[in-house]
């Protein structure tokens, strides 16, 4: 996708960003496994004009997350957060998880000819995670986002013509086996009673 003036690439911060400017058509991956249909929904929304390359659409999920490193990658200042009074439950298994505040964020999916943009309220959390946030079902239905898992693409109206934003399978595969070894590292970190 073609940035717009004034937007900073916050993946650099958090991958190198993704392989950009590579005439690789999307069905030579070869990667290991290659199913359709079992990777993750990896989008590169702009949140306050920076773009986020590693943003998973979690359909089952009804909150919209933000991590702690994100924000400060993205140098917003605390004194926009809101306080938040109400746990959560289902991020890290079988314990709860305290938000450390809430914000709102407009975000956009764009392309070069069209753009979308709303405003998102976000939970903030301050453990690790191997993406810069997790959109939930409240941006599927704030967007009226319609996810194709098959080919990892994400179908929206647009104010020119239907929005079509998405992922290559090979980021997709990436961004999968990084949650997975981020999730094999913490598992292992704890102590079995």
């Known amino acids: 996708m073609n940035h717009t003036s004034g937007e900073e690439a916050v993946g ?6 993704r392989d950009k400017g590579k005439a690789k058509r999307e069905d030579e991956y070869k990667g290991p496994s290659m199913q359709r249909g079992c990777y993750p929904l990896i989008i590169d929304p702009i949140f306050l004009k920076k773009r986020l390359t590693k943003v998973l659409m979690d359909g089952g999920s009804s909150l919209n997350i933000l991590y702690d490193d994100t924000l400060d990658a993205m140098r917003i200042p605390r004194s926009e957060l809101h ?6 439950h289902g991020t890290i298994s079988a314990m709860q998880a305290n938000p450390l505040e809430k ?4 975000v956009m999916f764009s392309d070069q000819a069209n753009f979308r943009l709303e405003v998102l309220t976000f939970k903030m959390v ?12 409240p941006c599927y239905a704030k967007f009226m986002a319609i996810p194709n898992y098959t080919y990892l693409k994400l179908k929206m109206s647009g104010p020119n013509d239907v929005l079509i934003v998405g992922s290559t399978f ?3 595969y990436t961004c999968d086996r990084e949650h997975y070894e981020l999730a094999t590292t913490i598992i292992n970190s704890v102590e079995l009673p």
């Open 12 to 17: 650099a911060v958090f991958s190198g960003g």
């Open 83 to 88: 306080p938040v009074s109400s746990p959560f």
């Open 103 to 106: 914000i709102n964020l407009p």
């Open 126 to 137: 301050d453990f690790l995670g191997s993406y810069h946030a997790i959109l939930g079902r």
């Open 170 to 172: 090979s980021h997709a």
